[in-house]
């Protein structure tokens, strides 16, 4: 199994996005079983449209925080791959 930080000679992919995120729910815990946004607080029927974890500590991550922002977006009309990278290392 190659990590994604690790030095393995080889062909590697990106793929950059254009990700529509709307109106972002902030978490510092890992939701790891949300299969939905959240609601605004008093109105059940009003979804956020993504959630992100931003970078620092984070309640229930295996590591305790994360390294990285992550953009979590729930339907696929969201984003839109724009380019495939293709670099070799």
């Known amino acids: 199994v190659c ?4 030095r393995c000679p080889g062909t590697r992919y990106v ?7 709307g109106t972002p729910f902030y978490t510092r815990e ?4 949300m299969s939905r946004p959240p609601a605004f607080i008093g109105q059940d029927t009003r979804l ?16 305790g925080h994360q390294d990285h922002h992550e ?6 009309e969201q984003a839109y791959p724009a ?7």
Do not use: E, N, P, T
């Open 3 to 6: 990590l994604a930080s690790c």
């Open 15 to 21: 793929i950059l996005a254009r990700v529509a995120l």
């Open 30 to 33: 890992a939701c790891k079983s």
């Open 48 to 63: 956020y449209d993504c959630v992100v974890a931003r970078r620092g500590q984070m309640r229930g991550h295996w590591k």
């Open 71 to 76: 953009f979590v977006i729930f339907k696929q």
């Open 83 to 89: 380019y495939i990278v293709r670099y070799s290392v």
